[in-house]
T-cell receptor, first 114, second 109 residues
Framework: DGGITQSPKYLFRKEGQNVTLSCEQNLNHDAMYWYRQDPGQGLRLIYY???????QKGDIAEGYSVSREKKESFPLTVTSAQKNPTAFYLCASSAVEVGGNEQFFGPGTRLTVL | AQRVTQPEKLLSVFKGAPVELKCNYSYSGSPELFWYVQYSRQRLQLLLR??SRESIKGFTADLNKGETSFHLKKPFAQEEDSAMYYCALKPGGYQKVTFGTGTKLQVIP
């Protein structure tokens, strides 16, 4: 697997600390996404970006922040305001084209708040 | 607002039996529908999309706009089909993608 990477694979954080999850892609995709995956709840969209220097809130953006300064990178910061941050986080990217845009997913980061 | 519903959390079938994973959606415009699959210890990946109208690994899915459904079907289940399956919707012309809660398919030998 290549193309889209996430780091670290596992992350531990103390309550009250902010933490940043990395997502990088070399697929030349314009669109990038952050999802949270919880058992029984599927994938819920946190933030997405359609182009550099622009991003939109997803369905569960509260307590999270993102930036999109480079096409290749879309880091996610989990802030202390996120009430239940322990989860599996997935990053994805896709081309922006008419009809049928496949999303490519990273391997994920498992965040545990201690 | 767009919404995707997968009513079954777990679907268990015997090897060789037919499989149908249900997906219903709500969206007022013309959506693009996808099925993604996550095998054990692998990344989430695209299985098929409605505009391709193709069969992948024996699976097919037909978009029924009248019933707002996009059910995934396979006539004969195989053990290697055991995985988590997600239905997803993308509004035409927009990039926000909504996923269902997923269905775990368990194929019993």
């Amino acid at each position: 697997d290549g193309g889209i990477t996430q780091s670290p694979k596992y992350l531990f954080r103390k309550e009250g600390q902010n933490v940043t999850l990395s997502c990088e892609q070399n697929l030349n995709h314009d669109a990038m996404y952050w999802y949270r995956q919880d058992p029984g709840q599927g994938l819920r969209l946190i933030y997405y970006s359609q182009i550099v220097n622009d991003f939109q809130k997803g369905d569960i953006a509260e307590g999270y922040s993102v930036s999109r300064e480079k096409k290749e990178s879309f880091p996610l910061t989990v802030t202390s305001a996120q009430k239940n941050p322990t989860a599996f986080y997935l990053c994805a990217s896709s081309a922006v084209e008419v009809g049928g845009n496949e999303q490519f997913f990273g391997p994920g980061t498992r965040l545990t708040v201690l | 607002a767009q919404r995707v519903t997968q009513p079954e959390k777990l679907l268990s079938v015997f090897k060789g039996a037919p499989v149908e994973l249900k997906c219903n959606y709500s969206y007022s415009g013309s959506p693009e529908l996808f099925w993604y699959v996550q095998y054990s210890r692998q990344r989430l990946q695209l299985l098929l999309r409605h505009i391709s109208r193709e069969s992948i690994k024996g699976f097919t899915a037909d978009l029924n706009k009248g019933e707002t459904s996009f059910h995934l079907k396979k006539p004969f289940a195989q053990e290697e089909d055991s995985a988590m399956y997600y239905c997803a919707l993308k509004p035409g012309g927009y990039q926000k993608v909504t996923f269902g809660t997923g269905t775990k398919l368990q194929v019993i030998p």
